[in-house]
Nanobody
Framework: VQLQASGGGLVQTGGSLRLSCAGS????????IGWFRRAPAKEREWVSC??????YVSDSVKGRFTISREIAENTVYLQMNSLKLEDTAVYYC??????????????????WGQGTLVTVSS
């Protein structure tokens, strides 16, 4: 079981990136998938979550980031627009192994991808 996070890179402030979280031998459909990030010298921060019935983004990225799921591609995306310096971090995706648990119910994210680095420069 693997999750592959990709799409990170170097971007200037105000720019956009789209992160992907793909499942390998693991279906993402009907499972809650979360995005987290860890900035240098900071605690890990929850960014967004999508389940089969709800989705949320944190207040710090609301209005700028959008989470979506493409079932046919077995991939969850995090579209990041209007990037700020403080968005610089390693971004991780994680999955709840149980089916049909909503983000609002507090999924148990026990399956993690390897992380992708997003660097926002001025």
């Amino acid at each position: 079981v693997q999750l592959q996070a990709s799409g990170g890179g170097l971007v200037q402030t105000g720019g956009s990136l789209r992160l992907s979280c793909a499942g390998s031998e693991f279906t993402l459909d009907r499972r809650a998938i979360g995005w987290f990030r860890r900035a240098p010298a900071k605690e890990r921060e929850w960014v967004s979550c999508i389940s089969s019935s709800d989705s949320y983004v944190s207040d710090s990225v609301k209005g700028r980031f959008t989470i979506s799921r493409e079932i046919a591609e077995n991939t969850v995306y995090l579209q990041m627009n209007s990037l700020k310096l403080e968005d610089t971090a390693v971004y991780y995706c994680a999955a709840d192994p149980l089916y049909d648990r909503q983000c609002s119910a507090g999924p148990g994210f026990t399956i993690w991808g390897q992380g992708t680095l997003v660097t926002v420069s001025s």
